[in-house]
């Protein structure tokens, strides 16, 4: 079993920056990647950024360049650095953690970008 909490979420205006953190626990050592989500009010979840054990890192077409992910392995802790902030990226921001059996999810820190 793994456990992820999310924390970070908050209001911001625009071209404001955040950064999200996501604290992995239980068999966090069956961990092959951890990525995070988003969804806006009426709207579907969706994929916003990755990264696997290699490193390697993957992101949507519209947080290129304004978002970053990266983990500390040593803390189990996923980050999700965002600058230049714009509304669209108002969202719930889920952690999420990928394991050979199943994902994790964790319950999900709110993003409103608003003057």
């Known amino acids: 079993q793994v456990q992820v909490v999310e924390s970070g979420g908050g209001l911001v205006q625009p071209g404001g920056s955040l950064r999200l953190s996501c604290a992995a626990s239980?068999?966090?050592?069956?961990?092959?990647?951890m990525g995070w989500y988003r969804q806006a009010p009426g709207k579907q979840r969706e994929f916003v950024a990755r990264i696997i054990s290699n490193g390697n890192t993957y992101y949507t077409d519209s947080v290129k360049g304004r978002f970053s992910i990266s983990r500390d392995n040593a803390k189990n802790t996923l980050y999700l650095q965002m600058n230049n902030l714009k509304p669209e990226d108002t969202a719930v921001y889920y952690c999420?953690?990928?394991?050979?059996?199943?994902?994790?999810w964790g319950q999900g820190t709110q993003v409103t970008v608003s003057s």
């Open positions: 999420n953690a990928m394991t050979t059996v199943r994902n994790y």
């Open positions: 239980g068999s966090s050592l069956s961990i092959s990647g």
